[in-house]
């Protein structure tokens, strides 16, 4: 379903209406309607699943993380200001927990974040599907901070200035943050390049 | 060969991520959780209220038991311990000459604590009945 056919009918709570369809239901969800906040999930489910996926490239872990992100957001919903569009606090809450859990899973050792699979002994042909999509899972090995900025920015939904507003941090510290994520993103996928081509020859 | 220009690849690699569509049954899941989710914080709240309105009641009968002590039972005590009340009749002597306590005759000790236990009984109830509207 798309999010444009997702109805958002008039409050039932004598809230008043605003422009942003989203507002509207996250006041009704404040006040304790339930299924303002299915209306919310509906019409955002495909974008925070695409959000954990960029994260975990994995299906199951994906849909894992949008059930928590979802109940974490529902959870937290007292608290959200509407300072930034709900849209973007949703994505932040998503990226925190996505992270969380890759952070947990590294110190537990459950999963080496080391992007391919071990089976996967074929070197991804420059340009092939196998490179960029060894390229998306070297992100997830970038600190946090750059991590969210760059999934974010690559999301094609936030703006510059509304990244800056969620992570509480100057438009031009963004800017550094975004020139040194990619310069750390292209040494890790030299690495992981390299370290292919080396698995070939052996 | 043909030097690759990987700042390129990486932007293409990022920028053209296909947008996935959630799973059907995601929506359902998640409701499921959330509703789980509100009906625990729902009964968290009342057991809460439950647990404020027993402290309330218990105080207010602590504050009438309290009441009847003083009134029915402070004269014996002072009998049963004397040195407790020669002690009594030391600090206050020392050191309560110049305060409002040391002023009050002894019936006016006993108005004074029927009223004071009185307003307590009050002010417990007018909280319990406020919070069990809540």
């Known amino acids: 379903m798309t999010a444009q056919a997702i109805p958002c009918w ?52 994906a849909e894992d993380m949008a059930q928590e992100a979802f109940l974490k957001a529902f959870r937290l919903l007292k608290g959200f200001r509407g300072k930034c ?86 438009l031009g510290t963004l800017k550094t943050w975004m020139h040194r994520a990619r310069k750390q993103l292209r040494r890790i996928v030299e690495e992981e390049m390299a370290g292919s081509r080396t698995n070939e020859a052996g | 060969m043909k030097p690759v220009n990987l700042d390129g690849l990486i932007e293409s690699a990022l920028r053209d991520e296909p947008a996935r569509q959630a799973p059907a049954h995601l929506h359902d899941s998640v409701m499921v959780r959330v509703r789980c989710s509100a009906m625990l914080a729902q009964e968290r709240h009342s057991f809460l209220k439950r647990w404020v309105m027993c ?22 005590i002072v009998e049963w311990m004397p040195g407790l009340a020669g002690n009594l ?4 002597a020392t050191y309560l000459n110049s305060s409002a306590l040391s002023l009050l005759p002894g019936p006016a000790w006993s108005i004074y604590t029927v ?9 417990a109830a007018l909280a319990a009945h406020r919070l069990s509207r809540t």
């Open chain 2, 55 to 76: 402290a309330g009641y218990g105080a207010v009968l602590l504050a009438a038991a309290a009441s009847i002590f003083r009134i029915g039972l402070a004269s014996r």
């Open chain 1, 10 to 61: 008039p409050a039932t709570t004598g809230l008043p209406m605003t422009n942003d369809p989203d507002q509207t239901l996250v006041e009704r969800t404040k006040h304790g309607e339930v299924e303002a906040f299915s209306a919310l999930v509906l019409r955002h489910q495909n974008a925070v699943y695409g959000l954990a996926f960029r994260f975990m490239r994995d299906p199951t872990a």
């Open chain 2, 115 to 123: 009223a004071s236990g009185a307003l307590a009984i009050a002010m």
């Open chain 2, 89 to 92: 009749d030391y600090i206050r």
């Open chain 1, 85 to 170: 569009a709900f849209s973007t606090w949703l994505y932040q809450v998503t990226c925190s927990v996505c992270l969380t859990e890759l952070s947990r899973r590294k110190r537990r050792g459950e999963v080496a974040l080391r992007p391919g699979h071990p089976e996967e002994s074929v070197r991804p042909s420059v340009e092939s599907e196998d490179a960029k999509e060894l390229i998306r899972r070297c992100v997830a090995r970038l600190p946090e901070r750059y991590a969210t900025v760059v999934t974010l920015y690559y999301l094609n939904e936030v703006t510059y200035d509304e990244i800056a507003a969620l992570m509480c941090i100057p």
